[in-house]
């Protein structure tokens, strides 16, 4: 079955760094488009990035673009989000997903508070 685990949240301070991760696996990772989706108390779950099946192409939320940085290794069945200049509303849980997959992972929180 599909499986996606998500770590490397935590609490950091306003200007921070964090690199999140995400396991995959039970499914053909390589093939699959994947994207980061994060969910703050009281709202929708939102797209934060997506990167495609090979790589070669990123896209980014408004809110994070400049910021965030989305990434792959097809060898390792992993996707990564690179989040610098972390600012109150980046705060979270951070989902990881695959396109056209409904299955999700138990996210990782994301704390940014001085």
């Known amino acids: 079955q599909v499986q996606l685990v998500e770590s490397g949240g935590g609490l950091v301070q306003p200007g921070g760094s964090l690199r999140l991760s995400c396991a995959a696996s039970?499914?053909?990772?390589?093939?699959?488009?994947m994207a980061w989706y994060r969910q703050a108390p009281g709202k929708e779950r939102e797209l934060v990035a997506r990167?495609?099946?090979?790589?070669?192409?990123?896209n980014y939320a408004d809110s994070v673009k400049g910021r965030f940085t989305i990434s792959r290794d097809n060898a390792k069945n992993a996707v990564y989000l690179q989040m610098n200049s972390l600012k109150p509303e980046d705060t979270a849980v951070y989902y990881c997903?695959?396109?056209?997959?409904?299955?999700w992972g138990q996210g990782t929180q994301v704390t940014v508070s001085s």
């Open positions: 997903n695959a396109r056209g997959l409904d299955d």
């Open positions: 990167i495609s099946s090979g790589g070669g192409t990123t």
């Open positions: 039970g499914f053909t990772f390589r093939i699959y488009s």
